[in-house]
């Protein structure tokens, strides 16, 4: 059986001018490979809704899931609800359900509930409301694809609403070693190990250490027991 | 004048599994901002030639410059140069000039040059080599389209060596004010003020601190007159 596969649009200027370095990518990666989802592609787009619709239809043709973050506030620059419902072809409005949930988060607040935050319960016709534990705010599914916010303790407080819902597969397993010898010494003996193991991934990824060079084998799967048979094989053909 | 535009490609499962964060966009960016051009957007694929051959052909056809990232060293899963290959309709092959470069590094090194090194020095027909003062393994300019290394500091050397050849326009240029209130209620105000400033963009990127609501609001373009202009009304509308 195959993982269902996942892609994700981070949505926002603030990567794409280098002010901010993108933390939900690396977060949400993680995450799906315990639940057993395939991250199989990320994008990054800018707060352009031509962009953000080119970019949510070519994912959500191509895999189970999307997971979109950013763009989700009640600023001028929070076009991600409004362009997600024109890639999907449907209405979006004030919705009561999003609605009542900020009006009661407000007045426990003692903030007003003005217009900008008003906003934030527009919520595309047909999607489903994703918890947002830390500030009320809602984040929506809408067909396969999951719309959060960007900042991170929310982004990580939506995804823990959003994947008890996903059917996951068997989780990603790995196991690497590190050897003191240059990845172009190692290349051909891993690279003969890779192709005796066909349903397992292998990586090489070379460092630098104080002028040394060495590598760190890496050997992914969802089946232990071959993960532990080439690990063994890796061992004797490497021996520290 | 419009600045250049340009996307980023980084190839390779170890983001994709979570096992490594991605520090090359990050960089990339600031350095492409800071040269006058616009970083319009990035995609992160697997290491699968289809994956890299669609992610380049799309990505070439629409911005002025890509840059790639990753699957150029000496192992069986580095395949991007073989790919890029494929993406351009060229052949590729042992390149003398290459094989020149790496021949003398590891006669100084006193390491065998060795067939999987030897795959270092293919590249397609018609490219120009990037240099790389780190470990010599040379990156390529075809087209609109710049492969590189991903172990970082290669990467930021090969960009050290391919920006000064390209025409940029004028930096992006930003400034900030830090304020403390919740994004709903700056939202209103800010918005009306960018609506002033149709050439410059605003964004604002909400934070908590100790449990108090604050935003950062940001304003970017290439004219430091008219930002001057923008952050001093900004100032006015929300004094410390």
Redesign the interface.
Known sequence: MTNPTAAMLVI????????????N??FL??EL?RHGIT?????????DAP?IIAGVNALRASYDHVFTSGGI?????DITADAIAQAFGVRISQRADAMALLAAHYQRSG??F????Q??ARIPDGAVLIENPI?TAPGFTIGNVHVMAG?P?VFQAMVASVLPRLTGGAP?L?QSLRVDR???????T??AL??DFPDL????????VNGAYGTNL?I?GTDAGQIAAAMTRLAALFPA
């Open positions: 926002g200027d603030e990567i794409l001018t280098g002010r901010t370095r993108d933390s990518m690396h990666t993680g490979t991250m199989a592609e990320a994008r990054v787009v800018q707060d962009a506030g009640p600023t001028h620059d903030m007003p003005n217009e900008a935050r906003r934030m500030s900042v303790n990603l790995s240059g990845e172009g010494e190692v290349a051909e891993f690279g890779a192709a991934s292998m990586g090489s990824y070379p460092f630098v890496v992914r």
